[in-house]
């Protein structure tokens, strides 16, 4: 199983960046998708997740309203759209799969992609 992350970069406060992670050995029908990320220093947290149709959707508080996650399941790919991105959101971002979304949301995965890097400066 791999799930390949891409999308991440620089960029200055304000601005935005789209996420993309494609899975590989995986039907990601079959699963929630999530994405986590991790902070130089500080251990990884939850960013967002969506069940396996993208009904349900959860996101961590302080991303609320600027981030989106979505999912083509015909493509096998699931997106983070970030807008109004803050220096705090520099981090490593990671995409994950578990059964269920809810399980993500509490930290719980089944598998993890390698991380892409966002930096969010001015």
């Known amino acids: 199983v791999q799930l390949q992350a891409s999308g991440g970069g620089l960029v200055q406060p304000g601005g935005s960046l789209r996420l993309s992670c494609v899975a590989n050995g995986l039907t990601i029908s079959n699963y929630g998708m999530g994405w986590f990320r991790q902070a130089p220093g500080k251990e990884r947290e939850f960013v967002a997740a969506i069940s396996w149709n993208g009904r349900n959707t959860y996101y961590a508080d302080d991303v609320k309203g600027r981030f989106t996650i979505s999912r083509d399941n015909a493509d096998n790919t699931v997106e983070l759209q970030m807008l109004s991105l803050k220096p705090d959101d520099t981090a490593i971002y990671y995409c994950?799969?578990?059964?269920?979304?809810?399980?993500?949301?509490?930290?719980?995965?089944?598998?993890w992609g390698q991380g892409t890097q966002v930096t969010v400066s001015s």
């Open positions: 994950a799969a578990e059964v269920r979304a809810m399980l993500l949301v509490g930290g719980n995965v089944a598998y």
